[in-house]
């Protein structure tokens, strides 16, 4: 079946850290790149950050550059979001996508999302 | 930063209504253009990319259009499943840009 599966999410305190996992299957995982994409409870959808289907090329939303950082196992089929210094303003639903690559570029796979809160 | 200025935010309609949201980038962005569905408690869900390509699987009754920097997601007929929020983005560039919203409400 092919899908993606995030886990890793909860509950933490300011200033600490949490790593999320999103595990593909069902098809070629080196083939994608691959997104993080996330939604503050009641607002609208934020870019996070890119991984290349190789894994070698990463960029970040300049919010969450220096605090955020993504990697990908191909052998694994894991994707990965690394989140240090979380802060309240982070609390969101975190959601891994699939990217299609050239001009018919889109994000047509998604996970169920995983729920990051913030709170002391 | 590539800007995405989605348009109404919310709208009533009801069933059989055709309905138009309308996005418009803050530059050039050829059709790098994908229309997204998201329902309460659910991933959002590709309609349309490339600005006009219909996502397989989805009904026909959604439709894309492009003039340079606007862009527009048309239902032809709104179907009660149809009532849901609707986000533009932009992949262009990055960052990726999402529009605010429209939240497409029954009346």
């Known amino acids: 079946q092919v899908q993606l599966v995030e886990s890793g999410g909860g509950v933490v305190q300011p200033g600490n850290s949490l790593r999320l996992s999103c595990a593909a299957s069902?098809?070629?995982?080196?083939?994608?790149?691959m997104h993080w994409v996330r939604q503050a409870p009641g607002k609208g959808l934020e870019w996070v950050a890119v991984a290349s289907d190789d894994g070698n090329n990463k960029q970040y939303a300049d919010s969450m550059k220096g605090r955020f950082t993504i990697s990908r196992d191909n052998s694994n089929n894991i994707f990965y979001l690394q989140m240090n210094s979380l802060r309240s303003e982070d609390t969101a639903v975190y959601y891994c996508a699939r990217e299609t690559s050239g001009v018919t570029k889109r994000f047509d796979l998604w996970g169920q999302g995983t729920l990051v809160s913030v709170s002391s | 930063d590539i800007q995405m200025t989605q348009s109404p935010s919310s709208l009533s309609a009801s069933v059989g209504d055709r309905v138009t949201i309308t996005c418009r980038a803050s530059q050039t962005i050829g059709t790098y253009l994908q229309w997204y569905q998201q329902k309460p408690g659910t991933a959002p869900k590709v309609l349309i990319y490339?600005?006009?390509s219909l996502q397989t699987g989805v009904p026909s009754r959604f439709s894309g259009s492009a003039s340079g920097t606007d862009f527009t997601l048309t239902i032809s007929s709104l179907q009660v499943d149809d009532f849901a929020t609707y986000y533009c983005?932009?992949?262009?560039?990055?960052?990726?840009?999402f529009g605010q919203g429209t939240r497409l409400e029954i009346k």
């Open positions: 490339a600005a006009s």
């Open positions: 983005k932009q992949s262009y560039s990055l960052p990726i840009t």
């Open positions: 069902g098809f070629t995982f080196s083939y994608y790149a």
